[in-house]
């Protein structure tokens, strides 16, 4: 993905989240640890974090206080889409599947950027549906995790 020059992990390739997963270290029952062997995926699969977001929350939490912390930088690839913005004034909409936010460190509206699996700037709870400011959010991360 176009986050990845960034410094970005990703999740699948060799080096990736999957790849260097260490169950055994995570705060997970046998059975969790037993599946995030079997297949790491799992680690960020609706079904354990619906019982159990720790897993993921632990897994996350480096890219989480990073985002916070702006430890990456958009990529040429973002630079081009603003780039497109700014010369042409075409650039009608940028569909991003990234939840980090890199998109908005350009000069682009927040208004035809499309986040298709959220976005990192807002976390909600999961019981309640309540909104937790990023900043809030990461204070608690930060304490919790």
Same mark, same amino acid.
């Given at each position: 993905?176009?986050?990845?020059? #960034?410094?970005?992990?990703?999740? !699948? ?8 997963? !260490? ?6 029952? +046998? ?6 062997? =079997? ?13 159990? +977001?720790? +897993?993921?929350? /632990? ?16 990529? $040429?690839?973002?630079?081009?889409? /603003? ?24 000069? $682009? ?9 959220? #976005?990192?700037?807002?976390? =909600? ?9 990023? +900043? ?10």
């Amino acid at each position: 993905g176009v986050s990845v020059a #960034s410094g970005i992990p990703d999740f !699948r390739s060799p080096g990736g989240m999957y790849d260097t997963l !260490r169950p055994e270290l995570i705060t997970a029952t +046998p059975r969790e640890r037993q599946l995030m062997q =079997y297949d790491p995926t799992f680690v960020v699969s609706w079904d354990i974090f619906s019982q159990n +977001p720790f +897993p993921y929350m /632990e897994v996350r939490r480096p890219f989480i206080l990073g985002t916070q912390q702006h430890k990456w930088k958009a990529t $040429i690839a973002h630079r081009f889409a /603003e780039l497109l913005h700014k010369k042409t004034k075409k650039l009608t909409r940028v569909y991003t599947q990234n939840i980090d936010g890199l998109d908005r460190q350009c000069d $682009i509206p927040d208004d035809i950027i499309v986040n298709v699996h959220g #976005s990192i700037a807002v976390a =909600y709870c999961e019981g309640c549906g309540a909104g937790y400011d990023f +900043p809030e959010f990461c204070k608690k991360v930060k304490s919790n995790i």
